[in-house]
């Protein structure tokens, strides 16, 4: 049976809203309108402005990549939906990371593939293993999906191992789609795999980790020809973008630095707490956060489904339960709450774990 919706996406919109919530995957919202924006900047002149130029080209200079190898999306949500449609046919192999982000396994089941998966372990620190690729990939296989950082775990690949399963993915015909939502938030930010050649479909957004996602301003890197195909492929979902919303992403990127603020020290600092207080819990299994908006410890009281309702009941907080990556043992948390209230999560989680003892 083909995905016909998100559970994990109903849920993320429509959970019961908590003061303290770790389940927060982006940094706090920044505020267009602390930036000097007039009415007359948004060009309210009613007309569409298909693949519009000024906005393609701040995506590209940011990536120092070509225009023509730059497609515009709502958000990476959409530029993943597009970048399979792109890429796959029904029957399609399609091998995509365990544990993984729910939308990507449901736009290829969606797409009518055929889905396998390749681990990355919790003891590996959920690296991005060629390893375990190579072992799953078959000559039926036209697309490999990872992403960079890895949600949940905000594992870094480096280079070398996107460039092996590349190399893998090439030898077997099929390309690599790389979700880099969250590549931004590490300390420091590597180029984008696209670089690594045309092998690589890579996707991002103003949204994650630059606290922007209302404006669902979003966007694939590939080589010309695939860009243009999912242009011609977009006349068929979603024609043109809306021009405001086009034209806020272009002043935003004009005042990227202000809208960067002081995230990467916000996540820096929560980051190392985080890293604390996972050393004083024995029951707590987590690799050092490094990097990223996330982390994914292990927990030694089995179902975290329980743990998040006694959060929820009890403390006015709440965790992503591990059971929406497919690792119920697990749970995420985020490093997007301003530092004070996230050490007040971090009290709260803590009696919630030692209630469940
Ligand atoms: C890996 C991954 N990709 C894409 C998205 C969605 O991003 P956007 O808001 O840009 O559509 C998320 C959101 O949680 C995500 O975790």
């Not at 029951?283 to 994914?296: E, N, R, V, W």
Request: with cysteine.
């Amino acid at each position: 049976m083909r995905a016909m919706q998100s559970g994990y996406m109903h849920w993320a919109k429509f959970k019961p809203p908590v003061r303290y919530p770790l389940t927060m995957s982006e940094v706090p919202h920044f505020r267009m309108d602390s930036l000097p924006i007039s009415i007359a900047d948004l060009d309210l002149d009613g007309a569409s402005h298909p693949r519009y130029a000024p906005l393609r080209e701040a995506i590209a200079a940011r990536h120092h990549v070509s225009s023509d190898q730059v497609v515009a999306a709502d958000g990476t949500s959409m530029a993943n939906f597009l970048a399979m449609a792109a890429l796959i046919s029904p029957g399609d192999e399609v091998l995509i990371e365990h544990p993984a982000y729910e939308l990507l396994l449901g736009a290829a089941s969606f797409l009518g593939a055929e889905i396998k998966r390749f681990e990355r372990n919790p003891e590996e620190a959920f690296r991005l293993n060629p390893a375990k690729v190579g072992e799953a990939i078959s000559e039926r296989t036209r697309l490999v999906v990872v992403t960079n950082l890895h949600n949940p775990s905000s594992a870094l690949a480096d280079e070398e191992d996107l460039r092996a399963v590349g190399r893998l993915a090439a030898a077997a015909g099929a390309r690599v789609l790389v979700d880099e939502v969250y590549l931004d938030s590490a300390a420091p930010a590597p180029r984008s795999a696209v670089h690594l050649g045309p092998d690589f479909v890579c996707t991002s957004s103003l949204t994650k980790v630059y606290g922007l996602s209302g404006l669902r301003c979003g966007w694939i890197l590939a080589e010309p020809d695939l860009a243009e195909r999912m242009w011609r492929l977009n006349d068929l979902f979603g024609v043109n973008q809306a021009h405001p919303a086009e034209r806020l992403a272009c002043i935003a990127f004009e005042h990227i630095g202000e809208v960067i603020g002081d995230n990467p020290a916000l996540l820096a600092r929560n980051r190392e707490r985080w890293n604390a207080f996972v050393d004083e819990r024995a029951d707590l299994d987590c690799i050092p956060a490094q990097h990223g908006i996330t982390a994914f410890p292990r927990w030694g009281g089995a179902d975290t489904e329980r743990l998040d309702a006694l959060l929820r009941e009890r403390y006015d907080t709440a965790v992503v339960p591990g059971r929406w990556f497919e690792m119920p043992e697990h749970f995420r948390v985020g490093f997007g709450l301003a530092t004070p209230d996230f050490k007040e999560a971090l009290n709260r989680l803590a009696a919630a774990l030692d209630d469940l003892q």
